[in-house]
């Protein structure tokens, strides 16, 4: 799977989440882009995520993520 | 007197009756109690009789205690017992599941209430009376440690569950006071059980590494309490709540 192809999934995520279809995200992208990211939902992406690509997050993994990019970075890191 | 010779001078008879005995804590308090056992379990029949095999001082009911006809076939099932209930440990509740008031369900808020306290009510309504017949009774209830200062975001149904829990309690404890009815709670931060399911592994994770001990309680930090507040010595105190936080929350 390449990046745009998670870049995609992780997209679905988000507008499922955020409960808008029109959310557009970059590598950039992070809490302060979009109204409500708050805590609740980081988790709530983060545990989706899990799901959607079958891999599991410790805490080390996710402490400090700062934006979309890094995420993906991370999902990657998991599937190889 | 030492809270060691409290803990081993011999103990009022009387049956306990352990609400939501199928949950870890349940379980694990049945564990310690070696005299006469009422278990409700809703779920898991296996776990709240798992010490069942090799005692024959423990009785288990099934009650599904989401609405008031199921609370009352659940008393029922208990008075059709026919013991005498000395002591009553309540900790039903569904797991706390995260979620903004914009996702309210008055649906499942209305069932979260019976399961915690409309069953307390219903529960102590019907067994209150024969204990201040006795001039004895324990009844130690769970509660959470977000009802001590802020709590935290998202959880508005099960902390207001639990406030709720809570003023019943105090509530109980003054109109019983002086009548050998002691009334008082526990306040547990995370811990290990099943309800920690609804919960990804790097919130806990994350939960345990922020604490100072290093770790989430465990159902043993909050059985050890609960038993010494079902003590026949500890008449004293009353509309209690004890936190077992490991000092990340206390009055």
């Known amino acids: 799977m390449n990046r745009a192809e998670i870049l995609d999934r992780v997209q679905n995520i988000f507008r499922d989440i955020f409960d808008d279809n029109d959310i557009l995200i970059t590598d950039e992208t992070n809490a302060t882009d979009i109204e409500d990211w708050e805590s609740l939902e980081q988790i709530n992406i983060l545990v989706a995520i899990q799901k959607e690509f079958s891999i599991k997050f410790s805490i080390d993994d996710v402490e400090g993520l700062e934006n979309v990019g890094q995420t993906i970075d991370l999902i990657e890191a998991k599937l190889s | 007197m030492s809270i060691e010779e409290i803990m081993e001078k011999s103990d009022r008879n009387g049956v306990t009756l352990v609400v939501g005995a199928d949950s870890d804590i349940g379980a694990k308090l049945i564990e310690t109690i070696s005299t006469d056992v009422i278990a409700h379990y809703y779920l898991s029949k296996e776990k709240a009789e798992a010490t069942a095999s090799n005692r024959d001082n423990l009785w288990s009911v099934y009650g599904d205690l989401s609405s008031v006809p199921g609370i009352t076939e659940f008393i029922q099932g208990v008075v059709a017992i026919d013991r005498h209930i000395s002591r009553i440990v309540h900790l039903p509740s569904s797991p706390a599941k995260p979620n903004r008031i914009t996702k309210f369900d008055p649906n499942r808020y209305l069932r979260e209430i019976n399961i915690q306290v409309v069953s307390a009510a219903m529960i102590l309504q019907a067994f209150l009376p024969a204990m201040v017949k006795d001039n004895f009774g324990r009844i130690a209830m769970v509660l959470t440690s977000y009802c001590i200062g802020v709590p935290p975001k998202y959880l508005s149904e099960y902390v207001s569950a639990k406030y709720a ?62 038993g010494m507040l079902l003590k026949q010595d500890i008449e004293y105190m009353t509309g209690t709540i004890i936190p077992i936080t490991g000092g990340t929350a206390f009055f």
């Open chain 2, 165 to 226: 829990l809570m003023g019943l309690m105090k509530s109980l404890a003054v109109e019983y006071a002086g009548k050998g009815i002691t009334i008082n709670a526990v306040a547990p931060s995370m811990t290990e059980t099943n309800f920690l399911s609804t919960l990804p592994e790097f919130e806990i994770e994350s939960t345990a590494k922020a604490h100072p001990m290093g770790r989430i309680a465990t159902p043993e930090d909050i059985v050890g309490i609960l």
